[in-house]
T-cell receptor, first 113, second 113 residues
Framework: ELKVEQNPLFLSMQEGKNYTIYCNYS?????LYWYRQDPGKSLESLFV?????AVKQEGRLMASLDTKARLSTLHITAAVHDLSATYFC?????????????FGTGTRLTIIP | ETGVTQSPTHLIKTRGQQVTLRCSSQ?????VSWYQQALGQGPQFIFQ???????GRGNFPPRFSGLQFPNYSSELNVNALELDDSALYLC????????????FGQGTRLTVV
Protein backbone atom coordinates (compact mmCIF):
# COMPACT_ATOMS: atom_id res chain seq x y z
CA GLU A 1 0.00 0.00 0.00
CA LEU A 2 1.34 3.38 -1.00
CA LYS A 3 2.09 5.66 1.93
CA VAL A 4 2.72 9.38 1.63
CA GLU A 5 4.10 11.21 4.65
CA GLN A 6 4.56 14.90 5.11
CA ASN A 7 6.46 16.76 7.72
CA PRO A 8 6.03 18.84 9.59
CA LEU A 9 2.28 18.50 10.15
CA PHE A 10 2.08 21.98 11.62
CA LEU A 11 4.37 24.88 10.87
CA SER A 12 4.23 28.34 12.34
CA MET A 13 6.72 30.76 10.94
CA GLN A 14 7.38 34.46 10.88
CA GLU A 15 7.00 36.60 7.82
CA GLY A 16 10.20 36.93 5.87
CA LYS A 17 11.62 33.56 6.92
CA ASN A 18 12.40 30.54 4.74
CA TYR A 19 11.26 27.01 5.35
CA THR A 20 10.84 23.64 3.65
CA ILE A 21 8.03 21.08 3.76
CA TYR A 22 9.02 17.49 3.08
CA CYS A 23 7.02 14.77 1.36
CA ASN A 24 8.20 11.16 1.47
CA TYR A 25 6.45 8.34 -0.35
CA SER A 26 6.82 4.59 -0.35
CA UNK A 27 6.56 3.52 -3.99
CA UNK A 28 8.39 4.14 -7.21
CA UNK A 29 6.58 6.97 -8.89
CA UNK A 30 7.69 9.99 -10.88
CA UNK A 31 4.40 11.82 -10.67
CA LEU A 32 3.95 14.10 -7.72
CA TYR A 33 1.59 16.99 -7.16
CA TRP A 34 1.40 19.82 -4.67
CA TYR A 35 -1.90 21.40 -3.69
CA ARG A 36 -2.95 24.25 -1.46
CA GLN A 37 -6.17 24.24 0.53
CA ASP A 38 -7.67 27.20 2.38
CA PRO A 39 -10.08 26.48 5.26
CA GLY A 40 -13.38 25.13 4.00
CA LYS A 41 -12.26 25.34 0.38
CA SER A 42 -11.26 22.91 -2.34
CA LEU A 43 -7.78 22.07 -3.56
CA GLU A 44 -5.81 24.50 -5.66
CA SER A 45 -3.13 22.98 -7.86
CA LEU A 46 0.33 24.45 -7.25
CA PHE A 47 2.83 22.21 -9.00
CA VAL A 48 2.93 19.09 -11.15
CA UNK A 49 6.29 17.26 -11.05
CA UNK A 50 6.60 14.53 -13.66
CA UNK A 51 10.22 13.42 -13.66
CA UNK A 52 13.23 12.88 -11.47
CA UNK A 53 15.01 16.14 -10.78
CA ALA A 54 12.02 18.26 -11.75
CA VAL A 55 12.04 21.70 -10.19
CA LYS A 56 9.27 24.25 -10.52
CA GLN A 57 8.93 27.71 -9.06
CA GLU A 58 6.01 30.09 -8.73
CA GLY A 59 6.51 33.25 -6.75
CA ARG A 60 7.79 32.42 -3.27
CA LEU A 61 7.21 28.68 -3.66
CA MET A 62 9.55 26.17 -5.23
CA ALA A 63 8.97 22.44 -5.52
CA SER A 64 11.40 19.68 -6.41
CA LEU A 65 11.27 15.94 -6.91
CA ASP A 66 13.89 13.26 -6.25
CA THR A 67 12.36 9.97 -7.37
CA LYS A 68 15.37 7.92 -6.28
CA ALA A 69 15.03 9.17 -2.71
CA ARG A 70 11.21 9.14 -3.05
CA LEU A 71 11.21 12.68 -1.73
CA SER A 72 9.68 15.95 -2.77
CA THR A 73 10.19 19.30 -1.12
CA LEU A 74 8.19 22.51 -1.13
CA HIS A 75 10.39 25.45 -0.25
CA ILE A 76 8.97 28.75 0.92
CA THR A 77 11.10 31.83 0.52
CA ALA A 78 10.52 35.03 2.51
CA ALA A 79 7.10 33.93 3.69
CA VAL A 80 4.15 36.33 3.62
CA HIS A 81 0.84 36.07 5.44
CA ASP A 82 -1.07 35.17 2.26
CA LEU A 83 0.74 31.84 2.16
CA SER A 84 -1.05 30.66 5.32
CA ALA A 85 -2.95 27.50 4.27
CA THR A 86 -2.71 23.71 4.36
CA TYR A 87 -0.38 22.20 1.78
CA PHE A 88 -0.76 18.66 0.48
CA CYS A 89 1.51 16.55 -1.63
CA UNK A 90 -0.03 13.71 -3.62
CA UNK A 91 1.44 10.82 -5.57
CA UNK A 92 -0.08 9.19 -8.63
CA UNK A 93 0.32 5.55 -7.69
CA UNK A 94 -0.43 4.27 -11.16
CA UNK A 95 2.49 6.13 -12.70
CA UNK A 96 0.53 6.12 -15.93
CA UNK A 97 -0.95 9.56 -15.54
CA UNK A 98 -4.32 8.26 -14.44
CA UNK A 99 -4.28 10.67 -11.53
CA UNK A 100 -5.44 8.23 -8.88
CA UNK A 101 -3.85 10.25 -6.17
CA UNK A 102 -2.70 9.23 -2.72
CA PHE A 103 -2.42 12.30 -0.52
CA GLY A 104 -0.19 13.09 2.39
CA THR A 105 -1.64 14.18 5.72
CA GLY A 106 -1.05 17.82 4.93
CA THR A 107 1.06 20.57 6.47
CA ARG A 108 -0.85 23.38 8.11
CA LEU A 109 1.21 26.50 7.60
CA THR A 110 0.61 29.64 9.63
CA ILE A 111 2.58 32.77 8.81
CA ILE A 112 2.85 35.17 11.73
CA PRO A 113 3.24 38.88 10.93
CA GLU B 1 -12.08 28.49 -11.45
CA THR B 2 -11.30 24.97 -12.65
CA GLY B 3 -14.45 24.39 -14.69
CA VAL B 4 -15.38 21.45 -12.44
CA THR B 5 -18.67 22.01 -10.66
CA GLN B 6 -20.23 20.02 -7.86
CA SER B 7 -23.70 20.06 -6.39
CA PRO B 8 -24.97 20.56 -3.84
CA THR B 9 -22.36 22.55 -1.93
CA HIS B 10 -23.73 21.57 1.48
CA LEU B 11 -25.99 18.75 2.57
CA ILE B 12 -27.31 17.44 5.87
CA LYS B 13 -28.60 13.88 6.04
CA THR B 14 -29.74 11.50 8.75
CA ARG B 15 -27.94 8.28 9.56
CA GLY B 16 -29.30 5.43 7.42
CA GLN B 17 -30.40 7.66 4.56
CA GLN B 18 -29.03 7.66 1.04
CA VAL B 19 -27.36 10.57 -0.75
CA THR B 20 -26.39 11.43 -4.33
CA LEU B 21 -23.66 13.93 -5.11
CA ARG B 22 -23.06 15.31 -8.58
CA CYS B 23 -20.04 16.46 -10.54
CA SER B 24 -19.73 18.12 -13.94
CA SER B 25 -16.30 17.62 -15.39
CA GLN B 26 -14.25 20.20 -17.21
CA UNK B 27 -14.88 20.46 -20.94
CA UNK B 28 -12.78 17.90 -22.83
CA UNK B 29 -12.17 15.72 -19.77
CA UNK B 30 -13.35 12.10 -19.85
CA UNK B 31 -12.12 10.98 -16.42
CA VAL B 32 -13.69 11.77 -13.07
CA SER B 33 -12.27 10.74 -9.69
CA TRP B 34 -14.00 11.05 -6.34
CA TYR B 35 -12.28 11.70 -3.01
CA GLN B 36 -13.46 11.85 0.59
CA GLN B 37 -11.77 14.33 2.91
CA ALA B 38 -12.57 13.97 6.58
CA LEU B 39 -11.92 16.96 8.82
CA GLY B 40 -8.19 17.47 9.40
CA GLN B 41 -7.20 14.72 6.97
CA GLY B 42 -5.92 14.48 3.44
CA PRO B 43 -8.34 13.44 0.69
CA GLN B 44 -8.79 9.68 0.19
CA PHE B 45 -9.44 8.14 -3.23
CA ILE B 46 -12.90 6.56 -3.49
CA PHE B 47 -13.05 5.56 -7.16
CA GLN B 48 -12.49 6.76 -10.69
CA UNK B 49 -14.62 6.65 -13.82
CA UNK B 50 -13.16 6.68 -17.31
CA UNK B 51 -15.47 6.77 -20.32
CA UNK B 52 -18.43 5.58 -18.23
CA UNK B 53 -16.61 2.58 -16.70
CA UNK B 54 -15.21 2.27 -13.18
CA UNK B 55 -11.43 2.42 -13.50
CA GLY B 56 -10.10 1.71 -10.03
CA ARG B 57 -11.45 1.83 -6.52
CA GLY B 58 -10.00 2.75 -3.15
CA ASN B 59 -10.67 1.12 0.19
CA PHE B 60 -14.36 2.03 0.49
CA PRO B 61 -17.30 -0.33 1.08
CA PRO B 62 -19.81 -1.22 -1.67
CA ARG B 63 -22.37 1.20 -0.27
CA PHE B 64 -20.25 3.83 -2.03
CA SER B 65 -21.15 3.57 -5.71
CA GLY B 66 -20.95 5.76 -8.74
CA LEU B 67 -21.96 6.47 -12.29
CA GLN B 68 -20.56 8.34 -15.22
CA PHE B 69 -22.80 9.61 -17.98
CA PRO B 70 -22.13 9.96 -21.72
CA ASN B 71 -21.34 13.66 -21.22
CA TYR B 72 -18.74 12.51 -18.62
CA SER B 73 -20.50 14.07 -15.67
CA SER B 74 -20.64 11.78 -12.67
CA GLU B 75 -22.58 10.87 -9.56
CA LEU B 76 -21.45 9.50 -6.24
CA ASN B 77 -24.08 7.56 -4.30
CA VAL B 78 -23.75 6.59 -0.68
CA ASN B 79 -26.29 4.24 0.89
CA ALA B 80 -27.00 3.58 4.55
CA LEU B 81 -25.20 6.71 5.69
CA GLU B 82 -23.08 6.51 8.81
CA LEU B 83 -21.89 9.34 11.04
CA ASP B 84 -18.31 8.76 9.82
CA ASP B 85 -19.40 9.56 6.27
CA SER B 86 -19.49 13.21 7.28
CA ALA B 87 -16.78 14.79 5.15
CA LEU B 88 -15.96 17.04 2.22
CA TYR B 89 -16.45 15.10 -1.01
CA LEU B 90 -14.30 16.26 -3.88
CA CYS B 91 -14.45 15.32 -7.50
CA UNK B 92 -11.58 15.82 -9.89
CA UNK B 93 -11.63 15.69 -13.66
CA UNK B 94 -8.79 14.99 -16.02
CA UNK B 95 -8.25 14.12 -19.64
CA UNK B 96 -6.95 10.63 -18.87
CA UNK B 97 -4.27 11.09 -21.50
CA UNK B 98 -1.28 10.95 -19.18
CA UNK B 99 1.09 13.77 -18.31
CA UNK B 100 -1.88 15.80 -17.19
CA UNK B 101 -3.22 16.93 -13.91
CA UNK B 102 -6.55 16.59 -12.20
CA UNK B 103 -8.64 19.67 -11.49
CA PHE B 104 -10.81 19.69 -8.41
CA GLY B 105 -14.31 21.00 -7.93
CA GLN B 106 -15.29 23.12 -4.95
CA GLY B 107 -16.56 20.08 -3.05
CA THR B 108 -19.76 19.01 -1.31
CA ARG B 109 -19.79 19.23 2.47
CA LEU B 110 -21.89 16.30 3.76
CA THR B 111 -22.97 16.21 7.38
CA VAL B 112 -24.61 13.06 8.72
CA VAL B 113 -26.55 13.47 11.95
Amino acid sequence: ELKVEQNPLFLSMQEGKNYTIYCNYSTTSDRLYWYRQDPGKSLESLFVLLSNGAVKQEGRLMASLDTKARLSTLHITAAVHDLSATYFCAVDETNFGNEKLTFGTGTRLTIIP
Amino acid sequence: ETGVTQSPTHLIKTRGQQVTLRCSSQSGHNTVSWYQQALGQGPQFIFQYYREEENGRGNFPPRFSGLQFPNYSSELNVNALELDDSALYLCASSSGAGNTEAFFGQGTRLTVV
